[in-house]
């Protein structure tokens, strides 16, 4: 299932193929049409990248507009340069 915009989102937790478990698989990081959960690429980055990743995986499905996982995942990405610039 290809889930375009956070109206598809909505519509699919409607539907007997949504099996919500908010503490081991949350509908925000499983819904992706690759099938792909978002802890399984994450767990491979630090801590900054895995972080920002998973703000951007999200974005728009757990709140009503992206702008708050975006604000987040730019967070993570900035003490990600700046630790690099410090590690020269």
Not at 10 to 23: A, I, Q, W
Request: net charge negative; aromatic share 10%.
């Amino acid at each position: 299932m290809k889930l375009r915009d956070a109206q598809d989102y909505l519509d699919f937790l409607d539907t007997k193929e949504s099996k919500h478990d908010p503490v081991n698989h949350p509908e925000w990081y499983t819904c992706h049409p690759s099938g792909i959960e978002c802890i399984d690429v994450v767990e491979h980055m630090g801590f900054n990248l895995g972080n920002a990743v998973k703000y951007i995986w999200r974005a728009g499905l757990k709140h009503e507009t992206p702008i708050e996982d975006l604000k987040k995942a730019r967070f993570y990405i900035n003490r990600e340069i700046t630790k690099a610039e410090k590690s020269g």
